[in-house]
């Protein structure tokens, strides 16, 4: 009998338990699909903030299929860098920096077949490079930009603006620049001879491993008197280079030397500064900084005394004050 008058108790206590335990974890998947929606609204949020970071370094698709990496970073008046052969935006570290620090937006993309840009087979040519950069400045409705061009980057610019205006522009910066003309012909009797430019295609062909390797001496001044050369320095360039599609690389050497930009450079209008090193041993001062500032209708020469065709890495100081001079005007 007693047992017997245990039983319901303790029945009564198991109903107990068991509703509590059903109440508490009723409670506690409440809370875990309270904290589950929070965190699943926090990763939502987080993901749209990578986003938005990661629009920063993104790209775009050309009409012919071909991706476009680019970096936009930081907030004001734009300023836009197209890079030299063999290299990538990457080449521009010191320039980006420096004005993002100043409170400039700085943007900068890889030509296509270069950096971590889409390896085209077709469009490796100054035309193409333009569109290109059209694409770019239309894809992220850039207006009034500094459009600064390094070596090739300087053609592809002038080309630019001589296939799609100035609509998108306020001034210009070519430094160590490619036009008007590489290649002597009889209109251009102080270009190289076509000679030193097939030995390039030729190198590129065999081993351009090397080629490129021995290319940074004359590129950042290294075989001159006194020079300091930098490993670091060299095997970045080094490495950007080898970055670049083989097919990239060998036709950007007709694009650079035989595009002739003397008319591109007189339909530029917008103030326009011309920075080139007096040692520049690729692309010679006098038969291309010294005539381009000619040929622009409103152009400014600044000559860096001792600065190789490397200067913005080489004499990144100077450069950049002359860039940040040449903006505040």
Same mark, same amino acid.
């Given at each position: 009998?007693?047992? +017997?008058?245990?039983?319901?108790? !303790?029945?009564?206590?198991?109903?107990?338990?068991?509703?509590?335990?059903?109440?508490?974890?009723?409670?506690?998947?409440?809370?875990?699909?309270?904290?589950?929606? @929070?965190?699943?609204?926090?990763?939502?949020?987080?993901?749209?903030?990578? *986003?938005?970071?990661?629009? @920063?370094?993104?790209?775009?698709?050309?009409?012919?299929?071909?991706? =476009?990496?680019?970096?936009?970073?930081?907030?004001?008046?734009?300023?836009?860098? &197209?890079?030299?052969?063999?290299? &990538?935006?990457?080449?521009?570290?010191?320039?980006?920096?420096?004005?993002?620090?100043?409170?400039?937006?700085? =943007?900068?993309?890889? %030509? %296509?077949?270069?950096?971590?840009?889409?390896?085209?087979? *077709?469009?490796?040519?100054?035309?193409?490079?333009?569109?290109?950069?059209?694409?770019?400045?239309?894809?992220?409705?850039?207006?009034?930009?500094?459009?600064?061009?390094?070596?090739?980057?300087?053609?592809?610019?002038?080309?630019?603006?001589?296939?799609?205006?100035?609509? %998108?522009?306020?001034?210009?910066?070519?430094?160590?620049?490619?036009?008007?003309?590489?290649?002597?012909?009889? /209109?251009?009797?102080?270009?190289?001879?076509?000679?030193?430019?097939?030995? $390039?295609?030729?190198?590129?062909? /065999?081993?351009?491993?090397?080629?490129?390797?021995?290319?940074?001496?004359?590129?950042?001044?290294?075989?001159?008197?006194?020079?300091?050369?930098?490993?670091?320095?060299?095997?970045?360039?080094? %490495?950007?280079?080898?970055?670049?599609?083989? $097919?990239?690389?060998?036709?950007?050497?007709?694009?650079?030397?035989?595009?002739?930009?003397?008319?591109?450079?007189?339909?530029?209008? !917008?103030?326009?500064? #011309? =920075?080139?090193?007096?040692?520049?041993?690729?692309?010679? $001062?006098?038969?291309?900084?010294?005539?381009?500032?000619?040929? #622009?209708?409103?152009?400014?020469?600044?000559? =860096?005394?001792?600065?190789?065709?490397?200067?913005?890495?080489?004499?990144? +100081?100077?450069?950049? +004050? +002359?860039?940040?001079?040449?903006?505040?005007?």
């Amino acid at each position: 009998m007693v047992e +017997e008058s245990k039983q319901p108790k !303790v029945a009564s206590a198991s109903g107990t338990t068991t509703r509590r335990a059903l109440l508490f974890g009723a409670g506690v998947a409440g809370l875990m699909a309270s904290s589950f929606s @929070k965190l699943a609204s926090a990763l939502s949020t987080n993901k749209t903030e990578v *986003q938005e970071r990661n629009m @920063k370094m993104g790209t775009f698709t050309t009409p012919d299929g071909v991706e =476009i990496f680019y970096k936009d970073w930081g907030t004001g008046p734009v300023v836009t860098f &197209s890079h030299g052969w063999p290299l &990538s935006s990457n080449a521009w570290d010191a320039q980006m920096l420096f004005l993002g620090k100043k409170g400039y937006r700085v =943007i900068a993309h890889d %030509r %296509r077949g270069h950096g971590r840009s889409g390896q085209s087979w *077709q469009g490796n040519n100054m035309d193409q490079y333009a569109d290109d950069l059209a694409g770019l400045m239309d894809h992220l409705d850039i207006k009034g930009a500094t459009m600064i061009g390094h070596s090739t980057g300087g053609g592809e610019v002038v080309r630019y603006i001589a296939r799609h205006g100035q609509k %998108r522009v306020s001034k210009v910066v070519l430094i160590g620049a490619v036009p008007p003309l590489m290649l002597k012909t009889e /209109k251009n009797p102080g270009g190289l001879p076509l000679s030193v430019f097939d030995e $390039i295609r030729d190198n590129v062909v /065999k081993d351009r491993s090397q080629f490129f390797k021995d290319l940074t001496v004359p590129f950042y001044g290294y075989n001159k008197p006194g020079a300091k050369a930098s490993q670091g320095v060299q095997d970045s360039f080094w %490495r950007q280079g080898m970055q670049v599609s083989i $097919i990239g690389a060998y036709d950007c050497i007709k694009a650079f030397s035989e595009t002739d930009q003397t008319e591109d450079l007189k339909k530029i209008d !917008v103030p326009t500064l #011309v =920075i080139h090193g007096d040692a520049d041993q690729i692309v010679p $001062i006098d038969d291309s900084g010294r005539l381009s500032v000619k040929l #622009v209708q409103n152009g400014t020469l600044k000559v =860096i005394p001792g600065a190789p065709h490397g200067l913005c890495t080489t004499h990144a +100081e100077i450069v950049n +004050e +002359e860039i940040l001079a040449f903006l505040a005007k």
